[in-house]
């Protein structure tokens, strides 16, 4: 492990400072201070070391990256069960290079038919937010299976047998737990246990948790899992699946039904489109949010250079956070599910609104959250999310983020097919105006009806370069998953930095509210001074973030690097 790997870990993050002259030397050129991954063929980066290599496995057996992406996506439902899954829902982003096309797969979860826009009221009409997050009526219509199918479908080779069978194996034989979920597991474990079906699978018959080192194995998951892989989704949405995910709701209080299950289909829409200094970006659109604010907030910053104030200086993160704060007060009444609400995505990725918002940006003062609303010159979400990156040989690429919402989402097993249940209904506002658990404001675009898709901040996100695919990013964190790949982006195109660095280099969050400049450790206390000096309210947390990047040479070469903030991650080639 490199030394600044170790010291990020350690909370302390190595502040990579690049001057002007740096910043404009050619992206590729500076491959000798902290080392991406290289491979001339193809490559996976992931959240956890199994998963990586059941895609690099798929790789050299001639599958292409969505091959590879669909089987890494099955397999972290096994070995990364804080966030891989069959039982919750996410986005996907495939780029054919063959085409020149970027698809958008919205396999986000469903609202349940029985449920109604005031189900998490309590008697005084006040949001209750443990019923939105802690029991059963948490649970969304899972949509993971029938996107991965559909990705496999439309633009995969290998049969879903095929990419499924490492997933199965690791269920049924089992793999070796490692120290990060054998802690995970622990903190976990209250919550976990209140439900016999899923501590008879995570913990042992006396109540012990899994050590280091010794061997976890799933055989209700495993034949799950083998179901699926005989029948199709099918197996998940209309068979025994179906019946035993629904019999587990009307026993415990959910509102999912097998009518529910069998009316859920994953969508292919546009993917939202924007530039970004000569560079094409393409991104998730409604439900997510992540890549309408992506677009927005570049927009924003396409105006100021950026690049000659210097990574990491306070000038560049306060036209950072102020170009966030405008995003996110927009994401607070504009955003929600598309099939039900018109969002004005045209106004907000406009380059003429970006301007108008720049122009109420005060280079040396902070502007209050409480003065900043909504914008009106219209054209008219976990830390316990995963990413996962895919290039292959032909340069075909994928972005994919998936979550259960919460770390184990809902904590509940559906007894007898080892598959843990979302609780992403508290995605949506629960009484517009609320913060959700990550202190998002909704409004009534991401009020709950049946049938509908919460928001999301998921921004599985491709950048491409004259047509070909340039980098592909992507994070998990909740609130702060826009703002964590927007940096990546800004990183690599505005200061010049290689993947690995621009996954090291501290990060900044602002979200409008609250009204707080979030930071990681590892700037300089004269930036902070500067940045309170300019009125922001600074707020020192935890790291943010785990990407999953890849970028890809004009000659194929690959380049890609796992974020050192979570410790099982892997990017690796062939």
């Known amino acids: 492990m490199s030394s600044v790997a170790a010291s990020l870990r350690a909370g302390a993050i190595t502040l990579l400072l690049l001057s002007p002259a740096l910043a404009q030397q050619d992206i590729y050129s500076r ?164 439900w016999p079906s899923t501590a008879a699978i995570f913990y042992k018959p006396d109540g012990a948790t899994y050590e280091p080192g010794e061997t976890l194995m799933q055989p209700d998951l495993a034949a799950s899992l083998g179901a699926i892989a005989m029948e199709g989704p099918a197996a998940f949405y209309e068979g025994d699946i179906a019946e035993a995910i629904a019999a587990e709701m009307e026993r415990s209080g959910g509102l999912i039904t097998r009518d529910d299950l069998s009316a859920y289909k994953a969508i292919v829409r546009e993917p939202v489109a924007g530039t970004y200094r000569g560079y094409d970006i393409r991104s998730m659109p409604p439900p997510s949010s992540g890549g309408t604010h992506i677009v927005q907030i570049l927009n924003i910053l396409e105006g100021f250079d950026v690049a ?3 990574a990491g200086s306070a000038a560049a993160i306060h036209l950072m956070a102020e170009a966030m704060k405008r995003a996110y007060a927009d994401r607070s009444a504009f955003l929600g599910d598309s099939d039900f609400v018109e969002v004005p995505l045209a106004g907000l990725t406009s380059k003429a609104y970006a301007a108008s918002l720049r122009g109420g940006i005060d280079a040396d003062r902070a502007t209050p959250s409480e003065t900043i609303a909504p914008g009106t010159s219209l054209a008219h979400e976990s830390d316990q999310t995963t990413h996962f990156s895919v290039i292959d040989a032909n340069g075909n690429a994928v972005s994919n983020t998936y979550t259960l919402n919460f770390g184990y989402g809902m ?164």
């Open 411 to 574: 904590g509940l097993v559906a007894e007898g097919t080892g598959i843990l249940l979302n609780n992403e209904m508290d995605d949506f506002s629960a009484k517009p105006g609320v913060p959700n658990a990550y202190g998002l404001i909704g409004g009534e675009a991401n009020a709950i009806e049946a049938g509908k898709r919460p928001l999301s901040s998921m921004s599985p996100t491709i950048v491409l370069k004259d047509g070909k695919v340039f980098l592909v990013a992507g994070s998990p964190g909740g609130s702060r998953i826009i703002t964590t790949t927007l940096q990546i982006i800004m990183n690599v195109i505005d200061h010049g930095m290689n993947v690995a660095e621009a996954s090291v280099a501290p990060r900044i969050h602002h979200q409008w509210l609250p009204d707080e400049l979030r930071v990681e450790e590892g700037l300089s206390p004269d930036t902070i001074r500067l940045l309170e000096e300019k009125g922001h309210v600074i707020a020192l947390k935890s790291t943010m973030g785990s990407t999953q990047s890849i970028l890809r040479r004009d000659d194929g070469a690959l380049f890609g690097a796992s974020d050192p903030r979570r410790a099982t991650s892997l990017t690796a080639g062939h």
């Open 31 to 194: 491959m000798d201070r902290i080392h991406p991954v290289y491979a001339p063929h193809g490559m996976v980066a992931s959240q956890e070391r199994l998963a990586t290599e059941v895609g690099v496995d798929i790789l050299k057996a001639g599958g292409n990256a969505v091959d590879a992406a669909v089987a890494v996506g099955f397999a972290l439902a096994v070995t990364l069960p804080q966030a891989g899954n069959l039982g919750g829902g996410g986005f996907m982003l495939v780029h054919d290079a063959a085409s020149g096309d970027t698809a958008a797969i919205d396999y986000r979860e469903t609202a349940p038919a029985a449920a109604t826009r005031d189900m998490y009221l309590d008697t005084d009409g006040n949001a209750d937010p443990n019923l939105s997050r802690f029991t059963p009526l948490a649970i969304g219509v899972p949509g993971t299976v029938a996107g991965l199918a559909l990705a496999l479908e439309r633009y995969g080779t290998m049969p879903l047998a095929d990419v499924l069978a490492p997933a199965i194996r690791l269920a049924e034989d089992g793999f070796e737990v490692t120290a990060e979920l054998s802690q995970s597991l622990k903190r976990s474990q209250e919550r976990l246990s209140q």
């Open 308 to 310: 000659e104030l210097g």
